[in-house]
C-alpha cells in the first residue's frame, strides 16, 4: 500500500467516530481531505446532520461541496470532536502540525473542541519530534529581525516559500519561518520560549492535545489512545 492508501485507511476508520447531531472540526491536509470524502458520503447516506468548522478554505470548499453544512467557528458552541492530520507524533502524543501552513487556525479549532482525534500513516509516528521542520506563523512587520533572533539561538530558520518563489503567504496574510531542527530534546521549554517571542503568532508544536491517534499501517488501522480525558 502506498502512503496515500494508508492515509485514507486512517481516515475512513476515523470518520466512525462521528456521530449525528455533532459539531466538528475538520483540519487541512490530504489525510483530511479523505475523512471530508467519507464523512460527505455518511452526510448524504445516513442523512446525519452534521455541522462543520473547517480550518482551513480548501477544507470548507470541499466540504459544503459534499453537502456538509459548514459555520464559523465565532457561531459554533464547544465542538464535539475535531479530526486532523499531523507531521510527526512521538510516544507522548506530543505533535508537530502546520505542513500545509494552516497550524494558526487549526490550534484554535482543536483548543475549542472537546475532544481531538489525528488521522496519520505510520509514517508520522516518531520516536522525537523535530525531523519535520517546525512551522511558525509570523507576522510580516520586523521579521527580519524575529528571523535573526531565531537564527542567533541556533534554531535554523528558513521562509517557507510558495511555488513562485515567495514568501508564502498564510491564511491571515502571515508568513512561515519553518525551523530545520532534526531532534526537539525538550518539547515543552522550545514551546514556552516561542510563546513568548513577539511576532510569532503560533508555532506548530501541539502538545498535551490529542485524545486519539488513528494510524494507517500496512496490516490495517491502529487506534492509539493518548490517555487524556
Ligand atoms: O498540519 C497540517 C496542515 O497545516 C496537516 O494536518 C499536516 O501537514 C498533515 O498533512 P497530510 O495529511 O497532508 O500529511
Given at each position: 500500500m502506498d502512503q496515500n492508501q494508508l492515509k485514507q485507511?486512517?481516515?475512513?476508520?476515523?470518520?466512525?467516530?462521528?456521530?449525528?447531531?455533532?459539531?466538528?472540526?475538520l483540519g487541512t491536509g490530504s489525510t483530511v481531505f479523505y475523512l471530508v470524502d467519507a464523512l460527505g458520503r455518511r452526510v448524504r447516506d445516513e442523512h446525519l446532520q452534521i455541522t462543520g468548522v473547517a480550518t482551513s478554505s480548501r477544507t470548507a470548499k470541499q466540504a459544503s461541496a459534499l453537502g456538509i453544512k459548514m459555520i464559523d467557528l465565532n457561531d459554533a458552541p464547544e465542538l464535539d470532536l475535531t479530526i486532523d492530520g499531523a507531521d510527526e507524533v512521538d510516544r507522548n502524543f506530543q505533535g508537530i502540525?502546520?505542513?500545509g501552513a494552516a497550524h494558526?487556525?487549526?490550534?484554535?479549532?482543536?483548543?475549542?473542541?472537546?475532544?481531538?482525534?489525528?488521522?496519520?500513516?505510520?509514517?508520522k509516528l516518531v520516536a522525537h519530534l523535530g525531523a519535520f521542520p517546525l512551522p511558525l506563523e509570523v507576522i510580516p512587520f520586523g521579521v527580519e529581525h524575529l528571523y535573526q533572533r531565531l537564527a542567533a539561538r541556533d534554531l535554523k530558520p528558513k521562509f517557507r516559500l510558495d511555488e513562485s518563489g515567495q514568501r508564502l503567504l498564510t491564511h491571515n496574510k502571515n508568513y512561515v519561518i519553518d525551523l530545520q531542527l532534526q531532534q526537539i530534546d525538550d518539547p515543552h521549554a522550545l514551546a514556552d520560549w516561542l510563546d513568548?517571542?513577539?511576532?510569532?503568532?503560533?508555532?506548530g508544536l501541539f502538545l498535551d492535545l490529542v485524545n486519539q491517534v488513528v494510524v494507517?499501517?500496512?496490516?490495517?488501522?491502529?487506534i492509539l489512545d493518548a490517555g487524556r480525558d
Open positions: 485507511q486512517a481516515a475512513e476508520a476515523a470518520v466512525k467516530f462521528i456521530e449525528d447531531g455533532m459539531v466538528i472540526g502540525k502546520g505542513g494558526l487556525l487549526e490550534k484554535i479549532v482543536a483548543l475549542n473542541s472537546k475532544r481531538n482525534i489525528w488521522i496519520v500513516d505510520a509514517s513568548h517571542q513577539t511576532g510569532i503568532v503560533e508555532h494507517g499501517r500496512e496490516d490495517g488501522v491502529e
